[in-house]
């Protein structure tokens, strides 16, 4: 059952489709510099958030952006003033994610966004029953298990040391519950998820007693 502010699920799976896209924030960054990343990513996020805040002003800018894409904005990202949509949050976040932290957290941080984010909407969206917070039981579940397995294969890819596998794995758990808790914290999941992977995996790599320097360099 479709609740009142949820979009379809037909357009939740093209809006993931789209999603998907911003998988190559993360893929591009494992081969350009910081500076490289962020002299890419900070005039697309200016021009974004310039559409978007435009978008619900312009008349001409606003029939064009929802003849469109209208069907898969949410219901709070339709409301006027300065609400952003998520492809905005989604190249704010990046901006962010490369300032401040080490490029393996940002690379995994925000590919478990993407990936995750879409396994958790979906199979959530179909499959959900227990409820948490806003979200269910069952998309966290496919969130938790598919940002596991990203670290997985970013670790096995990179010959990373145990503790990317501890780090990585308490973080794909703590972005599970940044992305069931976003609406509570008052902020856009495409924040709140890669900051709370971030955060956990700098803490224990940081505290590493070996291992810890290795880690974050792997990249």
Same mark, same amino acid.
């Given at each position: 059952?479709?609740?009142?502010?949820? !979009? =379809?699920?037909? *357009?939740?799976? +093209?809006?993931?489709?789209? $999603?998907?896209?911003?998988?190559?924030?993360?893929i591009?960054?494992?081969?350009?510099?910081?500076?490289?990343?962020?002299?890419?990513?900070?005039p %697309?996020?200016?021009?974004a958030?310039l559409?978007?805040?435009?978008?619900k002003?312009?008349?001409? +800018? $606003?029939?064009?952006?929802?003849?469109?894409?209208?069907?898969m904005?949410? *219901?709070h990202e339709?409301?006027?003033?300065?609400?952003?949509?998520?492809? =905005?949050?989604?190249?704010?976040?990046a901006?962010?994610?490369?300032?401040?932290?080490?490029?393996?957290i940002?690379?995994t941080?925000?590919?478990?966004?993407i990936? =995750?984010?879409? %396994? @958790?909407?979906?199979?959530?969206?179909k499959?959900?029953?227990r409820? !948490?917070?806003?979200k269910s039981?069952e998309?966290? %579940?496919?969130?938790i298990?598919?940002?596991?397995?990203?670290?997985?294969?970013?670790?096995?890819?990179?010959? @990373?040391? @145990?503790v990317?596998?501890?780090?990585?794995?308490a973080?794909?758990?703590a972005?599970?519950?940044?992305?069931?808790? =976003?609406?509570?914290?008052?902020?856009?999941?495409?924040?709140?998820?890669?900051?709370?992977?971030? !955060?956990?995996?700098? !803490?224990?790599?940081?505290v590493?007693?070996?291992?810890?320097?290795?880690?974050?360099?792997?990249?």
């Amino acid at each position: 059952m479709i609740k009142k502010n949820e !979009i =379809s699920y037909k *357009q939740e799976i +093209l809006r993931k489709g789209i $999603h998907l896209l911003s998988l190559s924030i993360p893929i591009s960054y494992i081969f350009f510099s910081r500076e490289t990343e962020l002299a890419i990513l900070i005039p %697309m996020a200016a021009v974004a958030v310039l559409i978007d805040v435009l978008s619900k002003k312009n008349f001409i +800018l $606003h029939d064009f952006v929802y003849k469109y894409f209208g069907n898969m904005f949410r *219901q709070h990202e339709l409301r006027g003033g300065v609400v952003l949509n998520g492809a =905005s949050w989604v190249l704010i976040s990046a901006v962010v994610c490369v300032l401040i932290f080490p490029k393996i957290i940002m690379v995994t941080g925000f590919t478990i966004l993407i990936i =995750s984010d879409i %396994m @958790a909407a979906l199979i959530g969206r179909k499959y959900g029953r227990r409820p !948490i917070f806003d979200k269910s039981l069952e998309g966290l %579940m496919a969130f938790i298990i598919s940002a596991i397995a990203i670290v997985i294969i970013y670790g096995v890819t990179f010959d @990373a040391p @145990a503790v990317y596998f501890y780090a990585g794995i308490a973080g794909a758990v703590a972005g599970g519950f940044g992305e069931v808790s =976003s609406s509570v914290l008052k902020m856009d999941d495409n924040l709140s998820i890669p900051l709370s992977v971030g !955060i956990v995996m700098w !803490i224990i790599g940081a505290v590493a007693v070996s291992g810890a320097d290795s880690f974050l360099d792997i990249i």
